[in-house]
Nanobody
Framework: QVQLVESGGGLVQTGGSLRLSCAASGRTFPIYTMGWFRQAPGKEREFVAAISWSSANTYYQDSVKGRFTISRDNAKNTMYLQMNSLKPEDTAVYFC?????????????????WGQGTQVTVSS
C-alpha cells in the first residue's frame, strides 16, 4: 500500500501562485509515474501533469503549459506542482496519484493510488 498526502492548497487571487506537495509513504517501491489531477464541482476528474521516475520526462495538459511545473524528489518521496499565473478556471480539488509503469498517461485508470486532495481556489 502507498499513502499519498497532498498539501499546499489555499485561496489565491488571479495571477497568484501556489506550490502543491504530495508526500508518499508506505510501500513506495516501485513507484514510477506520478501525476496531478484536478476536479472542479460538477465536473469529471481531469489530468493536469505527470512526471516519470527519473524526472526526465514530463507531460502537461495544454491549459496549464507554461504556467505549471511538475517536479519530484525521490529521496524525499515527494512530488510538487508549482502553479503560477493562476486563473479562476484553475479552481478545483487537486489530487496526486502514482502509477506502476513509466508511461505518462492522462487516464485516471493508469494510476493505482490516490491522495485525498487539496482545495485550490482562485478568486477573480
Amino acid at each position: 500500500q502507498v499513502q499519498l498526502v497532498e498539501s499546499g492548497g489555499g485561496l489565491v487571487q488571479t495571477g497568484g501562485s501556489l506550490r502543491l506537495s504530495c508526500a508518499a509513504s508506505g510501500r513506495t517501491f516501485p513507484i514510477y509515474t506520478m501525476g496531478w489531477f484536478r476536479q472542479a464541482p460538477g465536473k469529471e476528474r481531469e489530468f493536469v501533469a505527470a512526471i516519470s521516475w527519473s524526472s526526465a520526462n514530463t507531460y502537461y495538459q495544454d491549459s496549464v503549459k507554461g504556467r505549471f511545473t511538475i517536479s519530484r524528489d525521490n529521496a524525499k518521496n515527494t512530488m510538487y506542482l508549482q502553479m503560477n499565473s493562476l486563473k479562476p478556471e484553475d479552481t478545483a480539488v487537486y489530487f496526486c496519484a502514482v502509477g506502476p509503469t513509466n508511461y505518462l498517461s492522462e487516464d485516471v485508470r493508469s494510476y493505482n493510488y490516490w491522495g485525498q486532495g487539496t482545495q485550490v481556489t482562485v478568486s477573480s
